[in-house]
């Protein structure tokens, strides 16, 4: 497969350097609309976010970028944690000179929103979290204080090192999720992840040593508006959903049935409907 998925030559590409002086690379689509600032998940990067950005270039001036150790941008040893993340997040705003954003992401991006709305409640207009990893079961009795421990940790590293061992084409081929976008058809999209792959760097592994957001400690503190797109989970996940939710001041969750983890990939016309409504009223 020979598929090149790169942002539309008119959208601008260039970096932001943050206050420790790491480099994050961004795309922008431009235009007059309100801004939406797209921060992606673990293993993806800002590209992986292109259909999204696509979708909503006509309404507004969307911000695709790489988070560090992602894609083009710097890969420090440490800098991994939420705070930084958001802190990193709030940088980009800065040097792009980006006021009142409407922040969305998805796990660890979503994650890194509610970071940065609850550290800097003042910057963004509204947040939108997809499946943000602090929700998620994995972490649903051990939040904030316990981390994965260390043999996960390698495992983690070792299977970023095993794609990088590979060309594109062997991990189209090798990788179960990647062949199975490409055996339904969505070439472009097993591109952009397989493009992630061979890029993220191994040392965000300090992502899942750091743990996540804890809910019931920076929710309360969030007062923008916030959606939070959820996948399809049973009743006990839901009511911890509900129970997580229910502490932020102006907040709302929206379960989006038969969609898995990746929200925007299992049912990309439900969520980017929803996702236009919660826009439109902010």
């Excluded at 660890?108 to 409640?121: E, I, R, S």
Aim: glycine share 8%; proline share 5%; with cysteine.
């Amino acid at each position: 497969m020979t598929v090149e998925a790169r942002p539309p030559a008119e959208w601008e590409q260039a970096f932001v350097e943050v206050d420790d002086g790491v480099r994050l690379h961004y795309a922008r689509t431009g235009g007059d609309g309100p801004t939406v600032v797209v921060a992606h998940g673990v293993f993806d990067d800002g590209r992986c976010r292109t259909p999204l950005a696509r979708d909503l270039a006509d309404d507004y001036d969307v911000v695709c970028y790489d988070a560090r150790g992602h894609g083009q941008s710097d890969a420090p040893e440490s800098g991994y944690d939420a705070d930084t993340r958001a802190a990193d997040l709030v940088g980009l705003l800065d040097g792009l000179d980006v006021a009142d954003p409407i922040l969305v992401g998805h796990s660890m991006g979503g994650d890194t929103v509610l970071a940065a709305a609850a550290n800097y409640p003042d910057r963004p207009r509204a947040v939108v979290a997809v499946d943000p990893a602090c929700l998620l079961g994995h972490n649903a009795e051990n939040r904030g204080e316990d981390r994965v421990d260390d043999a996960e940790l390698e495992g983690i590293r070792q299977r970023v090192l095993w794609w990088q061992d590979h060309t594109k084409a062997e991990l189209l081929d090798a990788d179960d999720e990647l062949a199975g976008h490409v055996a339904a058809g969505d070439e472009e999209l097993a591109s952009l992840l397989a493009d992630a792959r061979l890029r993220v760097s191994p040392n965000i592994v300090e992502v899942f040593a750091s743990g996540w957001v804890d809910p019931e400690a920076a929710f309360p503190g969030i007062e923008t508006p916030t959606l939070v797109l959820r996948a399809d989970v049973d009743e006990t996940a839901r009511e911890r959903d509900r129970a997580a939710v229910d502490r932020l001041p102006d907040g709302r969750l929206l379960h989006v049935d038969d969609a898995g983890h990746c929200v925007f990939r299992d049912r990309r016309e439900r969520a980017t409907e929803e996702l236009r409504s919660f826009l439109d009223g902010v």
